[in-house]
């Protein structure tokens, strides 16, 4: 599903320029759960914005299900992210004037869907993450977990063949973070594709694998024994 | 780009962010409003000239006299020259093709009395055909005929503020008035455009005057009528020959300023309305400024409202949306709120200067108005603008990196 060769990235700033991916490798087969682990500063984001063609790689190759990704112009772009990929963030990214069912229905609008197929599959996304009966209410009036359970139904409503998640627990509290952890581990189950990058060890071995990332290099990918995050739920 | 469902999408942005759109529209309309206030004013003031001038026909030359300045044909300066009756005869055998008619103008201060009610007016002694010259409108009565002048009668025409001063209202046709100690009958009553002054004017025939200053035939000025078919070159060119011919039969050397005048009434009405031209265009530069205004007004507001929305449009790049599609949601939204609030704006402006009226006309702005094609022009220039003016940062914004607009906050 995703494979990446000798992908490098650094950041240019002023005459000094940071070295932050120094030449990855590795594939994802279809419907893994994948941790991208490392400390704070160690290129996870970098990867997964790679990953999520938010941003480009300087060299290196990247196939995402069998489509080489490169020199996108940002229309092309646009369409693969629509197409291939949804999003997590760990700030959620709701937009803020627009309801639940609303945020939801927005990356249907961009793939030209009827508005009321739209909201039918909105609302349905939505029943999947128990969210049912908020789907009229606007972020703010939710919770932080309800906000990230939102995220996910939106990034899912596209169908996309993979989800890219950016600390989606770093700001919640350990019971919420394992409710939206148990949450992608049932979409996972369904045969979604996704990755998670976290520096939190418990979220990492709720995933089935786990990249460890230094300084821009991966020192370590193992399979795991995935911890089911509906224990603690 | 313009399907059902974008309008849909953009209906919900402007009804969610009320703020930008009230800000963007308000900026719009005021824009629009005071252009076409403005531009109404010009063609106000154009009104008024018109107005200071149609009261009278403007086919209209006004022949003074005065003193010589220079010595000519062996006449020496400063000789006083008069007309007499038989200038009148002379310019009416002279120049059949041009003249519509002629009247003799003598102009005298008298105070005029009925009962016990006095008053001062001027007197216009004239001869029937003055009526056209001055546009005097009969409410009722005559006005002075033929058979007036020949028999020197003691009859009066007067202004309805005299009629108002000396009789109180009542009716004053059939009743007597003493002018400067001899009695007239008054015959008619008139109104005039004008103005409160010139109805407070009183014409008698310009015989009786001459009967009762001991029988002279002087005359102070003469009033010629042409014939408005000879337009206003032919009208010049009257004027020229007419300067002519007094001056060769009153011996007044042709580069004296003074000795005659002519004034051409027809000329200074379109010196007047160059005037008020020049005017007119003047505040259509400033309307058109505020045009410009509004312009730069709606730039800087899209330029904030990219501003604000880069986050947002970080999202929805990262939920696929296209470059183009990110200028669209901008673009539509902005001409949609220019469209409708400048179209308020044009509305608001015309409602206004329809009620303006007549309100203003101390300040020389009568009936202000404008075209609408014109107030449609100025709103959809406006419009087009805005676009062009939104297209930048629009663009701009769509070129954003996803990545740098989501770490916007
Ligand atoms: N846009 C940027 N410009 C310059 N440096 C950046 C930028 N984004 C990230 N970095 C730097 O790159 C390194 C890796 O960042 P990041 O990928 O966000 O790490 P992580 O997500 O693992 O914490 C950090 O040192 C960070 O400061
Ligand atoms: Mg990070």
Redesign the pocket.
Known sequence: MIEIKELHKS?K?GANS?H?LKGLNFSIKEGELVAIM????????????ILGMLDEADSGEYTLDGVPIKNLNETKAAKYRNKFLGFVFQSFNLINYKSALENVALPLYYQKVPRKQREEKALKYLEQVGLKEWAEHLPNELSGGQKQRVAIARAMAAEPKVLLA??PTGALDSKTSYEVMDLIQKINDQGNTILV?T?EEDIAHMCKRIVH?KDGVIVEDKKVEQVRASQYV | MFSRDNWKEIFETIQKNKLRTFLSGFTVALGILIFVVLFGFGNGLINTFDDFFSDDATNVFMVFTGRTTMPYKGYKANRNIEFDNSDIADIEKNFPLFLEYISPRIVRQDTVAYKNESNNYSIYAVAPSHQFSEMTIMMKGRYLDVLDIKNKTKNAVIGRLVEQDLFGGRNAVGKYIDIGGSSFKVIGVFQDDGGDREERNIFIPYTTRQLIERNTDKIDAIVIGFKPQIGYAGAMAFEKSLDKFIREKKYINPQDQNGIFIRNVADQLRQNQQFARVLQIIVAFVAFGTIIAGIIGISNIMVFVVKERTKELGIRKALGATPRAVIGTILLESVFITTVSGFVGMLIGIVILGSIDEKLEDFFITNPYIDIPMAIFATIVLIIFGAIAGYVPARRAARIKP??AL?DE
């Open positions: 950041y700033m940071l932050v490392g400390s704070s500063g160690s290129g996870k984001s970098t990867l997964l914005n950016d600390e990058v520096h990332l | 990545i740098v770490r």
